[in-house]
């Protein structure tokens, strides 16, 4: 993912003084689907973050959803996961100047790389990594830039986490990295192939009452379904 997403330009560490975040390399089992070896930056947070918001839909949207799917037959949703969400994301750059590069005041995320990773060189962070505080944030801002400018939706004032497509009718809520979009079939279809061209994204099944459809999926860790009597969740 480093290196696929234009992560980092790599500057020579004697070319710059100032604040440096060290990083490790860490394992994990995302969801059972397997180990990995990924670099987490230890930039641990150290006080209350402005206009941020934890991007997890109240669970009203969720059953407002359901309920409104249950309303029409026709209709079927689709969950699509972001791909690496963090490292698609520009990096937030500190307001004031972080250090100097070749004695000129910058305004930078520097990361010192694990050892064995870009030896005698530090990383200039254009994109967010794992573990950064504004890594969270800043795929909020890009994914919702994205939906609104790319996708022509219009964002709830309420509920930061719901979208709509008022032309298509395609009503959309964010979890994370992951998303779940509602509408008429054509409609939805044509919605998460325009999504995949502006997100690197994994695109799930089809779940509706189709010969051809997924009749389950996983949404805000819940599991939910359709059967010919209506949607249900657990």
Same mark, same amino acid.
């Given at each position: 993912?480093?290196?696929? /997403?234009?992560?980092?330009?790599? !500057?020579?560490?004697? #070319?710059?003084?100032?604040?440096?975040?060290?990083?490790?390399?860490?394992?994990?089992?995302?969801? %059972?689907?397997?180990?990995?070896? #990924?670099?987490?930056?230890?930039?641990? #947070?150290?006080?209350?973050?402005?206009? $941020?918001?934890?991007?997890?839909?109240?669970?009203?949207?969720?059953? *407002?959803?359901?309920?409104?799917?249950?309303?029409? =037959?026709? &209709?079927?949703?689709?969950?699509?996961?972001?791909?690496?969400?963090?490292?698609?994301?520009?990096?937030?750059? =500190? @307001?004031?100047?972080?250090?100097?590069?070749?004695?000129?005041?910058?305004?930078?995320? !520097?990361?010192?790389? =694990?050892?064995?990773? +870009? +030896? %005698?060189? /530090?990383?200039?962070?254009?994109?967010?990594?794992?573990?950064?505080?504004?890594?969270?944030?800043? *795929?909020?801002?890009?994914?919702?830039?994205?939906?609104?400018?790319?996708?022509?939706?219009?964002?709830?004032?309420?509920?930061?986490?719901? /979208?709509?497509?008022?032309?298509?009718?395609?009503?959309? @809520?964010?979890?994370?990295?992951?998303?779940?979009?509602?509408?008429?079939?054509?409609?939805?279809?044509?919605?998460?192939?325009?999504?995949? &061209?502006? !997100?690197?994204?994994?695109?799930?099944? $089809?779940?509706?009452?189709?010969?051809?459809?997924?009749?389950?999926?996983?949404?805000?860790?819940?599991?939910?379904?359709? $059967?010919?009597?209506?949607?249900? *969740?657990?």
């Amino acid at each position: 993912g480093i290196e696929h /997403y234009k992560v980092r330009k790599l !500057i020579k560490k004697e #070319r710059w003084r100032g604040k440096v975040i060290p990083c490790r390399w860490i394992w994990d089992n995302p969801r %059972g689907a397997g180990w990995r070896a #990924r670099i987490v930056v230890k930039n641990f #947070r150290d006080g209350e973050e402005a206009n $941020i918001f934890a991007a997890t839909p109240d669970n009203i949207v969720f059953k *407002y959803f359901l309920s409104d799917l249950a309303s029409d =037959p026709e &209709e079927v949703c689709c969950i699509v996961d972001a791909k690496w969400a963090f490292l698609q994301s520009p990096v937030k750059l =500190p @307001q004031d100047p972080s250090g100097e590069l070749d004695g000129a005041p910058e305004k930078k995320v !520097i990361v010192d790389p =694990p050892p064995g990773v +870009d +030896d %005698g060189y /530090y990383w200039d962070c254009q994109s967010s990594v794992p573990g950064l505080r504004s890594a969270s944030r800043s *795929y909020q801002d890009h994914s919702s830039t994205q939906y609104q400018e790319g996708m022509k939706c219009d964002r709830n004032a309420q509920e930061p986490c719901a /979208y709509m497509n008022r032309e298509n009718k395609v009503k959309m @809520q964010q979890h994370g990295d992951d998303a779940m979009l509602k509408g008429t079939r054509k409609a939805v279809i044509e919605m998460t192939k325009k999504m995949q &061209e502006l !997100i690197d994204c994994k695109v799930g099944p $089809i779940i509706g009452l189709g010969p051809m459809d997924a009749r389950e999926g996983l949404f805000l860790k819940k599991n939910f379904g359709v $059967i010919p009597q209506g949607w249900w *969740y657990e």
